[in-house]
């Protein structure tokens, strides 16, 4: 039985795993606590992680039916993420693990949204079985990335984005609409009713081969052409066509790059994780554009896109597994962490 906690950026989390379940995941979610500020402040999610910490992990234990004596090891988010709110939950893991004299493990954020899409079914079981060597996507506020899972426990990242996040430019061009925080949902619905034609918006790097991603352009050409179509956001069928048809420009360039990758190493699957995997019309294109190529995809559940200690918990555990004996109750968190260095199981 494991315990894992995940406060990287602006969800308190906790979940208890065992045997590759998930017997509990509780999620605390601050985004109407941020949306009044229009982004995530890292001064009040560090507060607000300590104020739930302690209900959060009271709730999943008790969900899971268990006391902290049954626990075997307490795993936590190290980073990447924002300093204080790491903290949080990585000390509090640390401390707990330290009484109970159990293994600790400090654990990859975006090493564990990897894994997240082999999680699936209510209760929630990671299929390790089914395991087979594929080209990540990890999109989220913070992050947008390919990366090639060449094994269990080993990967590559191919690349990422040079300067804004996929969920940023949804939030960003959110914003220049006079949508709520986080906008990436809202724009989601809009787009639905919209049509993804009406308005031809740059596709950034889609014809470059490298595996990179830019969108501040992007964002920047939406600011322009609201300035010069300035009825378009008074009417509901313009602001449905705009989201549709930005959302298409983010989505072309996600697709294309990730189907790209896979053919390019010869690798038969593609998994998606992260906030933006929640995209319904994402979720589709992936799926068309897998099926078209003869390539497998798992798309990780809706619930598991998020930042979730679930998958951090799944992925400590496999660790553990795989032989690790945790980490030092001395190692401290790790705000900006690259991905690239931690592709050994036992670390
Ligand atoms: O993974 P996540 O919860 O947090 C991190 O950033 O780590 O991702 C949040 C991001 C936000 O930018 C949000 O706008 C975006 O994911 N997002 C979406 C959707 N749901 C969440 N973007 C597009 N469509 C959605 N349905
Ligand atoms: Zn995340």
Known sequence: MLLALETS??????????????LASVVSSQ???????????????????????????RAALTEAQITTGQLEAVAATRGPGLPHALMTGFKSAQA????????????????????SPWISGK??????????????????????????????????VLGSTLDDAAGECFDKTGKLIG???PAGPEIDRLAEKGNAAAFDFPRPMINDPS??????????SVRYFIRDHPGLLETSAGVSDLCASVQAAIIAVLVKKTVQAANRLGVR?????GGVTCNRSLRRALASACQAQGLKLRLAEKELCTDNAAMVGILGERK?????????????????WPLAEEPIAAR
């Open 179 to 181: 949508l709520p925080y």
């Open 123 to 156: 209760p929630p079981v990671a299929d390790f079985a089914a395991f087979e060597p594929n080209v990540s996507l990890i999109v989220s506020g913070g992050h947008t990335m390919l990366v090639h899972v060449q094994g269990e426990l080993k990967h590559r």
């Open 9 to 22: 950026c602006d969800e308190t989390s906790a979940a208890v795993i065992h045997g590759g379940r998930v």
């Open 96 to 115: 707990l693990a330290f009484v109970l004299r159990r293994p600790f493990l400090g654990i990859h954020h975006h090493e564990a949204h990897l894994y």
């Open 211 to 220: 595996d990179d991603f830019s969108f501040s352009g992007l964002k920047t």
């Open 320 to 336: 553990l597994s795989h032989g690790s004996t945790g980490n030092s109750f001395n190692e401290d968190i790790r705000p900006n």
């Open 269 to 273: 699957c593609v998994t998606a994780s």
């Open 31 to 57: 985004i109407k606590l941020h949306a009044e500020y229009g982004g995530v402040v890292p001064e009040l999610a560090a507060r607000e992680h300590l104020r739930n910490l302690i209900p959060v992990t």
